[in-house]
């Protein structure tokens, strides 16, 4: 898969972009603050609808402007694709799939592949449960449609279950708690779901990143994901109706997949308790390397991959097996400059220098 044309307007600092990309490896490269990673996010959104970042969309769309848009044209195995986003800041987005509009954001999802790796990605495995649970469900609903659909339904119910938390509390209606057990079949329902896959899903990404991260550290390291579920599909219904009274005086449900987590163990070791700055680095990148194969595997075709300034974080070992795991991916990079050694281990990169939100092609 790869992109072949992007063109923004009015989104972030760029007024009017348009760029056409290599098929191969892309450097988009210029001083700090230029709008680099912007060009990136605005990819990362055609695969799934919002930022990479967690930004509000009104934050998206260019200073003194009303809206923005994003066109982008890939090509897969399957043919040609086109995505269209339309931001505005006082309606919601329009979306568009070879120009037919779309309704939902999940429609976006399997259309394209992409594996966005950047700084704050190198610190996954030190960072909180979200950020685990976040790339757990980022990279299911790229390659399950019917995860996406059953990750949809369950925090909607979740919100629901919320909000007669609180109206139990104001009112203490007997019957309103009654209610609560209709609420929790249908979260079970879409719940157990969830931590099937999920686990399936973990098993899937173990048969693959045992052997890289092995070839990364020259044996010297045995990784394991290891998936951490809040409750089992045999437990889940159980640990809803245990904790159901501090549910409702917290007013949020502490037991299921949204309190989900992974570790990354080496043998019996906890590499986020007992793993160095260095080791912890080198398991988030097998991690990456491991998604990109997981797609390969399943989807038959590569996705395209963004690395966000991501080089610079990386010491000389880690960065030629990243590079080296390019070959036949469509990847484009994000950097302050072109130092020598990626200059020679990607002479063939096509090259955009960025200043001002003015990109030139070398």
Same mark, same amino acid.
Request: proline share 2%; glycine share 6%; net charge neutral.
């Given at each position: ?91 919601? /987005?329009?979306? +568009?799939?070879?120009?037919? !509009?779309?309704? %939902?954001? =999940?429609?976006?999802?399997?259309? $394209?592949?992409? &594996? ?49 938390? /609180?109206?139990? +509390?104001?009112?203490?209606? !007997?019957?309103? %708690?009654? =209610?609560?057990?209709?609420?929790? $079949?249908?979260? &079970? ?174």
């Amino acid at each position: 898969m790869q992109i072949n044309l992007l063109e923004l307007k009015n989104f972030r600092n760029y007024e009017d972009l348009s760029i056409r990309f290599d098929k191969g490896v892309n450097i988009i490269y210029g001083e700090n603050a230029q709008g680099k990673t912007n060009i990136l996010e605005s990819i990362y959104m055609c695969c799934c609808g919002k930022s990479h970042k967690g930004s509000k969309e009104r934050e998206i769309i260019k200073h003194d402007c009303d809206e923005a848009h994003v066109k982008a044209e890939f090509k897969s195995e399957r043919g040609n694709c086109r995505i269209d986003i339309h931001l505005k800041k006082n309606k919601g /987005k329009g979306l +568009a799939i070879n120009r037919i !509009p779309i309704r %939902k954001i =999940s429609e976006l999802y399997g259309n $394209i592949y992409v &594996v966005i790796f950047s700084t704050e990605d190198l610190d996954i495995i030190k960072r909180g449960p979200s950020d685990r649970r976040r790339f757990m469900d980022m990279e299911l609903c790229q390659i399950d449609p019917i995860y996406v659909e059953n990750l949809i339904n369950y925090n909607r119910i979740l919100v629901q279950r919320r909000e007669l938390f /609180k109206k139990i +509390a104001e009112t203490e209606d !007997p019957s309103l %708690k009654e =209610s609560l057990d209709v609420w929790d $079949i249908q979260l &079970v329902r879409y719940g157990t779901e969830i931590i099937k896959r999920r686990r399936e899903f973990i098993e899937e990404l173990n048969d693959i990143i045992f052997d890289i991260h092995y070839g990364i550290t020259s044996g010297s390291e045995k990784l394991k994901l290891v998936y951490e579920p809040s409750s089992t599909e045999e437990t889940f219904y159980e640990d809803l109706l245990r904790s159901r009274e501090k549910d409702i005086y917290l007013r949020q449900t502490g037991a299921g997949p949204h309190r989900d987590d992974m570790a990354f163990h080496n043998g019996n070791i906890n590499m986020k308790t007992y793993g160095s700055n260095g080791q912890q680095r080198t398991c988030a990148l097998s991690l990456k390397l491991a998604e990109i194969k997981l797609i390969e595997k399943i989807k038959k075709e590569s996705p395209v991959l963004l690395l966000d300034d991501v080089l610079s974080e990386l010491d000389r070992n880690r960065q030629k097996m990243l590079l080296k795991a390019l070959t036949g991916t469509q990847t484009i990079i994000t950097c302050t400059g072109v130092d020598e050694f990626v200059e020679l281990e990607l002479k063939n990169a096509k090259k955009y220098y960025i200043k001002n939100a003015s990109v030139v092609q070398e």
